[in-house]
Each structure stands twice: as C-alpha cells, then as structure tokens.
C-alpha cells in the first residue's frame, strides 16, 4: 500500500485543490485512490471541507478526521504515539478498499507550533512517501523556494527517501492564456517549458530544488475564473440579508461595480457575471438590473447598501428579474465598507461549492507531470476504467477522432456552450444549425466566448438543395412537398446532412423529444447492415467501475432474438470504449430456478448470443444481485464466469431497465452517460432535456468516437 502525505508550506497554498487533483489524475490512470485527512484545525463542529468535497466528488467514503480539541488535548497530555496509532487506525480503515492513499497534512501557521514535527511524525508512522505544496511567483524564483526549504528541512532535505517532489499551486507572474480550463484532465495544458525555466531559476539558489531526486511536478496556474466565488457566499462576509436568493448558488461573481454616477454613465457595467453595488436608494440602479435580467444577462447579482431595504411597491416593478433568479441582497454596510469586506473574502472552496471543486480538480489533475506519476506507482497496479478514467479516455479518443458533429438545436443556450467547449478543446468540429444572429445574442447575453472557427450555418440558407435528396432516400413514401415541410425541422435537416455524409454524427435532445431526435435516423439512416434495430446503451459512473446498462430507451418489449441483438451491440460498444465486456442477462430468476415466459425469453436471448457470438462471456438469466455482488454470484451461480463480475447489464424489456437506469442514478447519485444508440448506420445519439453542459459535451465526444469506429470498420 502506498502512502502519499500533502505537505503545505503555509496557509493559503491550495492544499485542497492539490489533494483533490491528485486523485483526480490518479483516478484517470485506473488507480483506485483513498484519501484521508487524519487531523482537523478547525474549532468547529463543521463537516470537514476536503473530505465532505472528496466524497461528493469520488463518491468514495472515508472517515471523519481527529477533532482539533482532541488533537490539542492530547499534545499537551505528551500523548503524540497514541495520537499517531489514533491516524494509523483511520488510514489503515480506508487502506483495504484502495490501491493508493493520499493524506492531507497540517497547515503551518501562527497558533499551532506543533505543525511541522507532526506532520514529519505522521509521514513517519504512515510510512507516507512526502509531497510539498507551495505557491508560488515566477518572478521571486529564490523566495518561492525558501518557503519549501523551510519545511523540507523536517524531513531530512530533497535527497530524502521520503520527499519525492513539490507541486507548486496558484502560481503569479505566468500568461493569462495558460490559465485554460479543461472539460477532463487535459496533459497538454501543462507547461513544460515554463517548469524547466522556473526550475533553472529557482536552482541557482537551491541546487537540490528540481532535481531528479527532488523534482517539480506541476506548476499550477493561478485562475481568476476558479477563484470566483458564488453569490450566495457572500452574503456573510458583507453582513448581508437576502431580499431575493433566486440562483445564488449557481451564479459566479466574474466582477464587482460599484454604482455611483448618472445611471446613463454605468449601462456598461451591466454583463454577465457583473455584481452590481449601490446604495439602496438607488432606485434607478434596481429598475436597471431588473431591465438587465429581463433582456437575458445573467448578473452575479445586486447588492444594494445603507438605509433600508426597498419597498414592495418598487419590488413589484422587479417580479420578471425575480422570476428570472436574479439574487438580490441588502447590507446596513456602506458601499465603500462592502466593496472592502468583499475584497478579503476567502479563495478556499466552499464545502457546498461542488461545481467549482469539479473543475479546479480537473484543473490542477492537468498540469500534474504524468511520467512523475508513472515513476511512483512503478506499475504495482492493476488498473481498471474508473469513471474518471472513462470520461478522460473519452475526450482523448475524440480529440483524435477529428469529427463534425451537427447539433440542431443551435440557438439552445447550453448548446452553444457545450459547442463552444468542444470546438476550442478539439473534442469535435461542431455546426450549430441556427440564425448567426440568434446564436451571438444568447453567447452574449451569457458571456459565452464563441470560438472563431466554430460553424454556425442558417437552416433557411440550405434548406432547399435537401429537399429533392430526400425525396430520391424516401423514394415512395416522401413527396418534394412533404419533404420541403419536414425540412422545417432541425432535426430533420441535420439527419440529411448526416445521411448524404456532410457531417459525421448528429447530437439532439436539449428541447426535443428522444422521438422527435431518433424517428428521422430511423427513416432517413437505417439500421447497420449487420444488425435489424436499433438500441441504447447508457453508460453508468459508479464509483469503482464504469457499468453499461442496456436496453434502457428505445425498444418496449424485445423478443428474444431482438435481446441477443442488443446484448451483442451493447458488448462491442462497451469494448469500443475500453470495457471488457462481462454480459449479465437480466431476469427476476437466475438460472433454472425460476419458469415462465419471460424467464424463457432471456434464457432463449442468452443461447442465441452465445451461438452468434461464442467469444463474448455472456451468462442468463441472472438476478441483478447475482450478476452485480460476488458473494451473491457464488452462491447462486457458482460455475458462472459472469455472476458476481458482470460489468454489462442487459435488461429483458424498456419498462425494467428504464426503471432500474433512473433508481440507480437517482438512489445512489450516479452520473450517467447516455442514452448512446447503436445499431444505426451513422451515429445518432439523444439528449435527456434536463442535460447539463458537461452532459452535452461528452454526448458529442461519444458520437464523434462512434463515427471514427464506423470509419475504420
């Protein structure tokens, strides 16, 4: 079992976002990574916040830390081995479950002398191996690494056994261009040549700093757009009250303007992610943000300062900016006196700010040196497609890809988010079918910078050259009129696109219905010659392993043939994507110990597969506690290869396994990736309307990977 303890050299270095990110790219290499935070420094009954953030984010659990009136209790009894034998309990409780296990240390600072010769203690009982995290300044090369001096001298220097690196977090004085935020963990953002030049620098001061023994591994951005934090963590710095909270929790403060000329003179302040400061008098400036909000800026919010809050009859004019969720707080500080608290609010991740802790993960995970990683491991372990492996291997494999994506829904807000992500990460050339003018006042409105190669094409400007195309693919059930109606739709006329090979794939679904998205595929793309229907396959994120589940949205009640079919494209799709497929049949009986129809069907389905496709391991029916749980495997199908280990699941009709995708998603708050159809001759692949940004993204990852297998099949 391997140990790594996360030794800061100060307060404030971002020593959350070092441990996170650490797991994060670990996780990405298929290495199951624990972690564990053995003392608390803080005087609170609080949940802790890097493990309460560990747990959202892995799904993983570990144990509460030693409380700081405990930790205090003890040092001053002389009690430190009973202290250690307490932190070598948790970390050997959490040790069974992971092949590697990351420890956050204590934080040096001005109460707690003890920091230091405790943490050199706890790598010592641990048997931890010790990485230090700093900030660090471009431009002060000899004082960034005086901090980490300072700290390494505790563990015996650089050439220690134990050290093995610094990472050097929420670095000043780089390009405000290396500051990227990538949609996975993304090697090509570190910067290498600027870590060689730093550790040129640094090493005419401290020759032993950067060297082979005692090497950088990553020189962490400091990123404005990270550090942003959320309305509704303001409100207690600034002694604020709410008047409406509306989506406090979701909107970022990019800026702050305080209010305080001719209003005529501040209109430009208005943008997206501006919060606006005036005082409460101001009736002019609430009316404004009211008007904003309206015309679709999404503001950070209104804070408005002194006398008292506004009267309802001045609210009532502002009930769209309310219905919109514009925030809305009232402060008895002056404007002078808010600005200044704001200035010092804290860059730590608030323990409920899960979204931002996403993305810092991945940020950090980015710039951590992967060959540094692959020396520490040295290959002691086995690995496996954890989720974050998944959704890593997925953005590498479509940036490779180099596929045109259609999305028909072009002037849908996340859309063109999603699109405008994919187009600059390279995950996919995207055409969003919609009115250029549409597409830049919702970019603008949302602050979304729109990449200059990203294609947006007027679905008036081409609709006619389709027409006559399809008429010639529906030949007998289509006429040039009926054709010219349908070609109204999006849809439809990105189906065209994709059928006469204009695009690679088509992504749909954000404001349509999984109908409205897969009925054209169906008319104008067809099924795969080797295959007679078309499926789903959903990929589902559990916290150790990465499981398929299909058929979950297409097919009511396949007979047994048409299961075999979908047990047989859910393997090879699971295989496509690095799933070594193990197919569990699923029935409410395993084996023979059950009878009737339905269990006849899957045991029918189960020997068709096997006949068709003698290389897959494929075992039915099964109970799903039988294919899922080893012990549950071996006790009701003991010769079984599958029972127990099965990673694909396919269910016996759309009622159990639509029921059983949405209780396991929802019960145990697993992310799903899907629905993705198979079997079409092109890919097509359908959106939930409730999706996400990052949903979008990686749906049109899977397609454009999907077309690149059907290119070089």
Same mark, same amino acid.
């Given at each position: 079992m391997k140990t790594i303890l996360l030794v800061p050299t100060g307060e404030g270095v971002g020593l959350t976002s070092a441990c996170l990110g650490l797991i994060y790219a670990l996780e990405c290499q298929g290495i199951k990574a624990g972690f564990l935070k053995p003392f608390s420094q803080e005087n609170t009954i609080d949940p802790d916040r890097t493990t309460a953030l560990y747990r959202h984010l892995s799904q993983q659990e570990t144990v509460e830390p030693i409380a700081y009136s405990t930790l205090s209790k003890q040092l001053n009894n002389g009690e430190t081995d009973e202290l250690l034998e307490e932190a070598v309990s948790l970390h050997r409780k959490i040790a069974k479950k992971h092949d590697i296990i990351i420890v956050e240390g204590l934080v040096p600072n001005s109460r707690d002398a003890f920091v230091s010769e405790l943490n050199a203690s706890l790598a010592q009982a641990l048997d931890a191996k010790v990485l230090f995290i700093s900030n660090a300044d471009i431009n002060k090369p000899c004082q960034t690494a005086d901090k980490v001096e300072a700290q390494l001298r505790h563990f015996g220097g650089a050439f220690s056994s134990r050290t093995i690196g610094v990472l050097f977090m929420r670095t000043r004085g780089l390009p405000e261009n290396c500051a990227q935020i990538p949609v996975t963990m993304d090697p090509e953002l570190r910067l290498v040549d600027e870590i060689k030049q730093f550790t040129t620098d640094i090493q005419k001061s401290h020759a032993q700093m950067g060297s082979a023994a005692f090497p950088v591994v990553g020189l962490v951005p400091f990123s404005d757009t990270l550090s942003v934090p959320r309305v509704s963590d303001l409100a207690t710095q600034i002694q604020a009250t709410w008047i409406n909270e509306g989506k406090a929790k979701s909107r970022r403060v990019l800026h702050s303007s305080l209010i305080a000329s001719n209003i005529e003179h501040e209109l430009h302040k208005f943008v997206a992610g501006e919060l606006i400061i005036s005082?409460?008098?101001?009736?002019?400036?609430?009316?404004?943000? =009211? @008007?904003?909000?309206?015309?679709?800026? !999404? $503001?950070?919010? @209104?804070? $408005?300062?002194?006398?008292?809050?506004?009267?309802? $009859?001045?609210?009532?004019?502002?009930?769209?900016?309310?219905?919109?969720? $514009?925030?809305?707080?009232?402060? !008895? @500080?002056?404007?002078?006196?808010?600005?200044?608290?704001?200035?010092?609010? =804290?860059?730590?991740?608030?323990?409920?700010?899960t979204a931002r802790a996403e993305q810092v993960t991945r940020f950090v995970s980015s710039h951590i040196d992967p060959d540094w990683l692959t020396h520490i491991l040295n290959g002691d372990y086995k690995p496996r497609l954890s989720p974050s492996a998944f959704r890593h291997e997925l953005v590498q494999k479509s940036i490779a890809a180099k596929k045109r994506i259609v999305l028909p829904e072009g002037d849908e807000p996340r859309t063109i988010q999603a699109a405008a992500i994919c187009q600059s990460?390279?995950?996919?050339?995207c055409i969003l079918l919609a009115k250029p003018e549409a597409v830049l006042e919702v970019a603008k409105a949302r602050g979304i910078e729109l990449p200059h190669d990203l294609e947006i094409i007027d679905p008036d400007l081409i609709r006619d050259q389709y027409a006559p195309k399809m008429v010639e693919l529906r030949k007998g059930k289509t006429t040039l009129e009926q054709a010219n109606e349908q070609l109204q739709d999006t849809v439809v006329l990105g189906t065209m696109m994709l059928a006469l090979d204009q695009v690679d794939g088509l992504v749909s679904g954000a404001v349509h219905t999984t109908a409205n998205t897969v009925r054209p595929a169906f008319q104008l793309i067809k099924t795969a010659p080797e295959y007679s229907l078309v499926s789903s396959i959903f990929f589902m994120l559990l916290p150790d392993e990465v499981y398929v589940y299909g058929d979950c949205a297409i097919n009511p009640d396949p007979d047994a043939a048409q299961l075999a079919e979908i047990a047989i494209q859910s393997a090879d799709s699971a295989k496509a994507f690095g799933i070594d497929p193990r197919i569990a049949m699923i029935s409410y009986s395993t084996g023979t110990s059950g009878a009737g129809a339905d269990v006849e069907k899957v045991a029918e389905a189960t020997r068709i597969a096997k006949e068709r496709r003698p290389d897959l391991l494929i075992d039915g029916p099964l109970q799903y506690d039988a294919a899922s749980v080893e012990s549950v495997g071996k006790s009701k199908a003991p010769d079984s290869k599958v029972a127990g280990q099965a990673n694909v699941f396919i269910f016996p009709d759309l009622n159990t396994g639509n029921t059983t995708y949405k209780a396991v998603q929802r019960s145990a708050n697993v992310v799903s990736v899907g629905p993705m159809l198979q079997g079409l001759n092109k890919p097509v692949n359908d959106l939930s309307r409730g999706a996400l940004v990052d949903d979008i993204v990686f749906t049109i990852a899977l397609t454009a990977i999907q077309a690149e297998q059907q290119a070089t099949q």
């Open positions: 005082a409460s008098d101001r009736i002019d400036v609430l009316l404004a943000s =009211s @008007l904003a909000t309206s015309n679709g800026i !999404p $503001l950070a919010g @209104l804070v $408005l300062t002194e006398h008292h809050e506004p009267n309802h $009859l001045v609210m009532d004019f502002c009930q769209s900016a309310i219905k919109n969720g $514009l925030p809305i707080l009232h402060t !008895p @500080l002056s404007t002078f006196e808010t600005a200044q608290h704001l200035t010092n609010l =804290s860059n730590e991740i608030p323990v409920d700010d990460r390279g995950i996919a050339h």
